[in-house]
């Protein structure tokens, strides 16, 4: 990169007062799991306040509350006199009342009865006037923890699955799930993954396609991949992953991994693996990691591959940092991109779901604090964050099958590569958020690089963006404003999944996997997504051959493969994949 030099605001020692105040805000988060006490408070005190002030909203609540008593009452009635259908439906994403065990009395009351109580607290905490949109958010989200937690499907009386399996085993299951808490338990005492990762080791089970690293420098390792075909395409394919995540999820088992069907596609594939930051890294800004992590690894692979250019593939942050690179190059007319892959990234951060709980200034100014302290966020408390967003699905299901059930999900390489978290430098952890979540500095043409704003509206290399349904890091919608951002061709693919298991779905294997994929030429109108989801063709299986048949067309002529590596051009192998960087905890 030549000629970009940070533009991060230097940091200095903070005057006495605010370090002091750093170091208490630093201990005090390590009680709160890093959420702003500050930030909670505001949001329940401007909802209690604005409900006591509201005797109409007050009214309606109680309405409401004696038709649903009256619903129940009148399904209790019923029941009396033979079976009929529930008084209310549990929501098409909550599985938890489910199973046919559910539909006996009492369960069938005890179930509708909290469904209900949901549904009125959902009432309660929405549509009141004059509560902010956030504190609103924040609200709505506190009372469905609360409500989670309670749910009858987490306790063995009020569980009619739970029951008849410990009637079934004698109490062997409850048994057998104490073993499982304890076992858990004394994990993560001692700092240690969970039971099983071990069987899924990078460079040995996962991480495993053949290839070298090219390059090294501070913050990243570049593997190239061995062909695998007589010949390649001549632009090669650069992925970046998120540098909030280590790069074998793209890389994984080989009957998983991206990089293999890439590879196998006759691409010649290079990717970006990050150096884990630690406190020694903590003034490492977003600056850096585009000038030594993306563009030195497309100086890299160009000069490789004789001056082709590439076809560049970011994941999550890391097609965000992509998508800031190729504004940059635009911007100085440097044509070395053939085309944008854009994996559940965002470009515009005024949706971005539920994320959006932990975004507000007294928030990022606690995150701050508490970076400031250790130089650096911890993998496992954005770990944190992410199960305490999906508590559902994450902590109460998993306590229902392995500490109620007795029973033990096996470890997959996605779960173990889950496990395997990594830190964030507190510089370029803070910018990032303040910029781009908290002002959303990229969509509106304010993000600086080398001192001067870069526009996304420079990029008009065709793109392929792709979007997860059930994504809540890079809601689908959020996603989709990229036809909002950029007059170039962009073919979009909404995947069925979340935001790993809807991009890791590799045909053949992919389970009631689907899609819907459609181009919009640089001179179409745009189309709203309610609008676009409701027209595009809905394909079954993976979404991976259609987004290869793309690249291909993109790829250019076949030849000869290029060596692994160039040294006449400065970048000799350094050693076989995975290279150092991903094993280091």
């Known amino acids: 990169m030549q000629g970009c030099g940070s533009t991060d605001s230097p940091r200095h020692d903070p005057p006495p007062a605010l370090a002091l105040d750093q170091a208490i805000h630093a201990q005090q988060s390590r009680l709160t799991q890093g959420l702003s006490p500050a930030s909670m408070i505001n949001a329940w005190t401007d909802w209690a306040l604005h409900l006591a002030n509201?005797?109409?909203?007050?009214?309606?609540?109680?309405?409401?509350?004696?038709?649903?008593?009256?619903?129940?009452?009148?399904?209790?009635?019923?029941?009396?006199?033979?079976?009929?259908?529930?008084?209310?439906?549990?929501?098409?994403?909550?599985?938890?009342?489910?199973?046919?065990?559910?539909?006996?009395?009492?369960?069938?009351?005890?179930?509708?009865?909290?469904?209900?109580?949901?549904?009125?607290?959902?009432?309660?905490?929405?549509?009141?006037?004059?509560?902010?949109?956030?504190?609103?958010?924040?609200?709505?989200?506190?009372?469905?923890?609360?409500?989670?937690?309670?749910?009858?499907?987490?306790?063995?009386?009020?569980?009619?699955?739970?029951?008849?399996?410990?009637?079934?085993?004698?109490?062997?299951?409850?048994?057998?799930?104490?073993?499982?808490?304890?076992?858990?338990?004394?994990?993560?005492?001692?700092?240690?993954?969970?039971?099983?990762?071990?069987r899924f080791r990078p460079g040995h089970e996962v991480a495993i396609t053949p290839g070298k690293v090219v390059l090294r420098n501070r913050l990243i390792e570049l593997i190239q991949y061995a062909p695998s075909t007589p010949k390649v395409h001549a632009r090669p394919l650069l992925i970046v992953p998120s540098w909030i995540m280590k790069y074998y999820i793209l890389d994984l088992s080989p009957e998983n991994s991206l990089a293999k069907y890439l590879v196998d596609q006759g691409h010649t594939v290079f990717m970006v693996s990050w150096h884990n930051p630690d406190a020694a890294d903590r003034e490492t800004g977003m600056d850096d990691y585009l000038k030594d992590g993306v563009l030195a690894a497309l100086d890299a692979a160009t000069e490789i591959c004789n001056g082709q250019p590439v076809q560049a593939i970011g994941y999550c942050l890391g097609g965000t940092l992509l998508a800031i690179a190729a504004a940059w190059l635009a911007q100085h007319r440097d044509n070395r991109l053939a085309s944008m892959t854009l994996l559940a990234s965002q470009l515009d951060f005024t949706e971005p779901g539920e994320l959006a709980l932990f975004i507000d200034e007294s928030q990022l100014a606690w995150l701050d604090d508490m970076m400031a302290s250790q130089g650096y966020l911890d993998g496992k408390q954005m770990a944190g964050a992410f199960a305490l967003l999906n508590q559902r699905d994450l902590v109460f299901s998993r306590m229902i099958r392995e500490y109620l059930m007795g029973g033990r999900l096996p470890i997959t390489d996605l779960s173990a590569w889950n496990a395997d978290a990594t830190r964030m430098p507190a510089r370029q952890h803070s910018h990032y958020l303040h910029s781009l979540y908290r002002h959303n500095e990229l969509a509106q043409g304010q993000y600086r690089v080398d001192g001067k704003p870069v526009a996304l509206r420079d990029i008009h290399q065709p793109i392929f963006a792709v979007a997860t349904q059930r994504d809540t890091v890079s809601p689908w919608r959020s996603v989709y404003k990229i036809y909002l951002l950029t007059d170039a061709e962009v073919s979009f693919c909404l995947s069925t999944g979340g935001h790993n298991a809807g991009i890791v779905s590799p045909p053949g294997t992919a389970y009631r996997r689907g899609y819907q994929i459609c181009r919009r030429k640089a001179t179409e109108h745009y189309i709203d997504p309610e609008t676009w989801q409701e027209q595009a063709p809905y394909s079954e299986g993976s979404w991976w051959p259609a987004w290869a048949r793309w690249l291909s067309q993109h790829g250019g002529a076949l030849r000869q493969a290029p060596s692994l590596g160039s040294k006449a051009r400065g970048y000799p192998p350094l050693g076989p994949a995975p290279g150092r960087y991903v094993l280091s905890a």
């Open 54 to 198: 509201s005797p109409g909203k007050q009214m309606e609540l109680g309405v409401k509350a004696a038709r649903k008593l009256m619903r129940l009452t009148g399904h209790v009635a019923q029941q009396a006199s033979g079976p009929c259908d529930p008084c209310i439906d549990p929501l098409p994403q909550d599985r938890r009342f489910a199973a046919p065990a559910w539909q006996r009395w009492p369960y069938n009351l005890i179930y509708q009865s909290f469904l209900l109580h949901q549904q009125w607290w959902h009432n309660a905490t929405c549509d009141l006037r004059g509560v902010s949109g956030h504190h609103e958010q924040i609200v709505n989200f506190g009372v469905r923890q609360v409500l989670d937690l309670v749910s009858p499907s987490n306790f063995l009386a009020t569980n009619p699955e739970i029951m008849e399996q410990t009637l079934k085993t004698g109490g062997a299951n409850l048994l057998q799930g104490a073993r499982h808490w304890l076992e858990d338990s004394l994990r993560v005492a001692a700092h240690l993954p969970p039971a099983g990762t071990e």
